[in-house]
Structures are given as structure tokens and as C-alpha cells.
């Protein structure tokens, strides 16, 4: 499955953004889709991964309550509503996708930038 994030900006703390990948491929439905980080000198972290189906989601302890992942399988989609940005919240936010169950991540997005402004 191929992968093109988008939605990436430039917001003021306390600000909302919503980030879309888009996925080609006739198969996205039987793979789990995550968002990963990555600021700059950090490695790149886990932020947030929905099941296949959408019923299950996870996230990581410093974006729960805030960021909310989401799919829409009919328009092979997966979205991450992120809402009281903090100025760590800046990187470069990538979606993934994975085999479902197995945690593992074998196709990328190209990545894109959100900048949160104190």
C-alpha cells in the first residue's frame, strides 16, 4: 500500500490541526494504520495506531486526550485530529500501515510538517 500524508501547518499553542493520509491500494482494509513523529535530533515515536476495522485504538501517554485517530476505509483514509497542541508536539508526522495484529510497519508516508508556535 502506498501512503501520502497531508495536513501538516503552522499553529499557535493550544491550536487544532487535522493530518489525512491517503492510501492507494485495494488491500487497506486488512492493514492497521498508526501516526509516528519524529522532531528534529529525536527518534522517530509512536503516536497513535487504529485496527483495521476502527474499533480499536492506542496512543501514546503524552498525546491521549488530546489527539483522536480515525479511519474511513470507503475512501481508504486514515486521519489524526490533533486539538490543544503544545510546542512539543513539532515534527514531522508520518502514517504507516501494517499487517493487521502484527505491530509491524512496512509501508511509509512521505511525511509532513507541523509546527506548534508558543
Known amino acids: 500500500v502506498q501512503l501520502q500524508a497531508s495536513g501538516g501547518g503552522l499553529v499557535q499553542a493550544g491550536g487544532s490541526l487535522r493530518l489525512s493520509c491517503a492510501a492507494s491500494?485495494?488491500?487497506?482494509?486488512?492493514?492497521?494504520m498508526g501516526w509516528f513523529r519524529q522532531a528534529p535530533g529525536k527518534e522517530r515515536e509512536f503516536v497513535a495506531r487504529?485496527?483495521?476495522?476502527?474499533?480499536?485504538?492506542s496512543y501514546a501517554d503524552s498525546v491521549k486526550g488530546r489527539f483522536t485517530i480515525s479511519r474511513d476505509n470507503a475512501k481508504n483514509t486514515v486521519y489524526l485530529q490533533m486539538n490543544s497542541l503544545k510546542p512539543e508536539d513539532s515534527a514531522v508526522y508520518y502514517c504507516?500501515?501494517?499487517?493487521?495484529?502484527?505491530?509491524?510497519?512496512?509501508?511509509w508516508g512521505q511525511g509532513t510538517l507541523v509546527t506548534v508556535s508558543s
Open positions: 504507516a500501515a501494517g499487517p493487521s495484529g502484527t505491530m509491524k510497519w512496512d509501508s
Open positions: 491500494g485495494r488491500t487497506f482494509v486488512y492493514y492497521d
Open positions: 487504529v485496527r483495521w476495522s476502527g474499533g480499536t485504538t
